[in-house]
């Protein structure tokens, strides 16, 4: 089982330039999330979809793009890099809704690690 | 607003001793409430949750946490670290409804000393 893949895993990027990260869930999964991590901070939400053809932003959406044209597939697009972006972005998935099994609870991919110089 | 608290940056303790990482949350309405595992240059793991019912949970690795509804605390503990505990655990809250949008706290680096 693959789960959820993120690639790249490492990036570095120039201020200014453009780029986007791709996550992959084979689970089905309808509900798929961006998160941001940095030190001190936690995990801070940046978009999410609750299916096919929506998106919906989160707590820090500013600055970034996504879009969810295939159901396994969320992709997280930073338009003009900003040094602020500099993070560890982890992409993760869900089914809707939480029951008591667990079953459904978020799947994270490894991480990929920006940095905007 | 929702929010989780995670009071200690970082934790340090010796191997075989007992650990206790403390988490406070803020809520609206009943929580569920998770505890994840975050190794060096690894994705978050899920290491146990509590949805309702029985207040102690049991997770993987030995971990355990008890709910605490009047003093809003979720702590994880374990009776007897290993080496290889050492990572960084976040305590998170979310609603049953609407995309399991968990709002996560800063995070706890625990660092074991043999």
């Known amino acids: 089982n693959a789960g959820v893949t993120q690639t790249p895993k490492f990036r570095v990027l120039k201020t200014g330039q453009s780029m986007t990260l791709l996550c992959a869930q084979d689970?089905?999964?309808?509900?798929m999330y961006w998160y941001r991590q940095d030190p001190g901070m936690g995990l801070r939400l940046i978009h999410y979809s609750v299916g096919e053809g929506t998106t919906a932003k989160g707590e820090v959406p500013d600055g970034y793009n996504v879009s969810r044209l295939k159901k396994q597939n969320f992709l997280l697009g930073l338009e003009s890099a900003a040094p602020s972006q500099t993070s560890v972005y982890f992409c993760?998935?869900?089914?809707?809704?939480?029951?008591?099994?667990?079953?459904?609870?978020?799947?994270f991919g490894a991480g990929s690690r920006l940095t905007v110089l | 607003a929702q929010s989780v608290t995670q009071p200690d940056i970082h934790i340090t303790v010796s191997e075989g001793a007992s650990l206790e990482l403390r988490c406070n949350y803020s809520?609206?309405?009943?929580?569920?409430l998770f505890w994840y595992v975050q190794s060096p240059g690894q994705g978050l793991q899920l290491l146990l949750k509590y949805f309702s019912g029985d207040t102690l949970v049991q997770g993987i690795k030995g971990f355990e946490a008890e709910f605490k509804r009047s003093q809003s605390s979720f702590n994880l503990r374990k009776p007897s670290v290993h080496w290889s505990d050492a990572a960084e655990y976040f305590c998170?809250?979310?609603?049953?409804?609407?995309?399991?949008?968990?709002?996560f706290g800063a995070g706890t680096i625990l660092r074991v000393k043999s």
């Open positions: 998170a809250v979310g609603p049953m409804e609407y995309g399991n949008k968990l709002v």
């Open positions: 689970m089905n999964h309808e509900y």
């Open positions: 809520y609206g309405a009943t929580p569920y």
């Open positions: 993760a998935s869900s089914y809707p809704v939480l029951v008591p099994s667990g079953a459904n609870v978020l799947t």
